[in-house]
């Protein structure tokens, strides 16, 4: 294969990979394997979950390989935005710092407002100076490879399972550049509904509505690409023949795709498999602690749809302090931050933060964040063997629900009442006692979870809450 590979630095940088943690047989090997044998597409926004399913490697771990792979100039990471109607990458951003929720789709002509949890999606390509590809160019890509492969999201499929991207293929009328100051033209046939496109390159969107009885004669359309805008943008045909004829006036290259749609427009909205969400990111530990700089803009936050939010405390803690001295009581209360940072980063959750001898934990749904709780008992009652008279207890509480993740003094965190209830919920508990709302035990398999405990149901005021809660106490 002809790929220009800059060895030295990859050598170097795989070093630093392997070194950083311990890793599964071979997952660096099957890494290298990808980067000196894929062609240049595999190497282009290349999804970690993806990537662990095809080389059987756990997705946690193959979401750290990225992640480092990242930190080590290996890969660039990338937050694209994508439409939840075409598959259209319609931004892309190096930071979470530099992206923003909110976006109009020029093929679909309407503004999403993306959540962490669905359309934000992160993606790694090769550092061009390990690899480069063609990808690294979009200018130089074929205007097939620049709409197919770099803007619309190839996995993105219909709920009947049809690609995106080959229903567009059977309703494409014309897809072509146009050179700057050039002109193209085009005999197409076109059905009632829409002829509905327009420039990706350029973020000029058109829109024809066509209606009305079959044209004999043909009919004659012209559009001027004019300071990144169709000129016209939008207007009225008969079913029939059309004579397109479309005017770059810009200095720089345009592109025109249209498609001829029937009434009634695309059929749903497009799944776009399991990739690695903005939401899954931000509950990886690994993410939190690699990119503590990372901070999303803006006062106003992103949306998470649906998380899971765990907190603990200690009982008796005063008490602790009292009996043992600060000193001791505060690095037996670091050590336990620590045990149960192990069972959050097991149960694919991350710490948020810690507040005096409280942890704040999210994690993907609830089964981790109650399995996690579970599992902060047992390891609790392990770590308190030989701590006679100084053992450490535990109140646990979980949550789930939307939230909004900003930036708070400098830290990823999460805003809204689905964690202000986590807390409330948490403030229930005594020694040893786990309470979950009713949401969070009507999860899938929660109940399976909790078979060998006992959880009875209560109705709870909670503090600032108007209305009474249905809670679940979970004890031994
Ligand atoms: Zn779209």
Redesign the pocket.
Known sequence: MDTNINEKLLDERLAMLEKTRAWSPRTISKLEGLIRTGDDFSLFRINPIKFSTEKNIPENEAIDLFLFGSKYLLFDMNWNLI?P????I?SSFRTLKTLHSHFY?N??H?STEASLDDYIQIAFTISPEIREIAFHHPESLSVEDYYFKYRFYLDAKYPNGLRFADVVSQVMKCLSYISPKGKERFDIEVTAGFLSGGDLVNGADVVFEINGEIKPEKQNLSLKLMDGKFEPRSGVLSPGKVTLEIENTMDRKGSILLTNLPAGGGAGVLNIGNFLSGKRILTSQTFRDLYRTEVIQGTEGIGVKDIAVLFTDLKGSTALYDKIGDLKAFSLVRQHFDSLGKVVVNNSGAIVKTIGDAVMATFMNPFDAVNSAIEMLKEIKEFNRGLKGKEIILKIGVHKGPSIAVTLNDRLDYFGSTVNIASRVQELAGAEEIYITEDVYSYPRVQELLRSLNAAPENARLKGIHEEMKVYKITH
């Open positions: 439409c109607g075409c598959g259209d319609v789709c093929v679909c309407v």
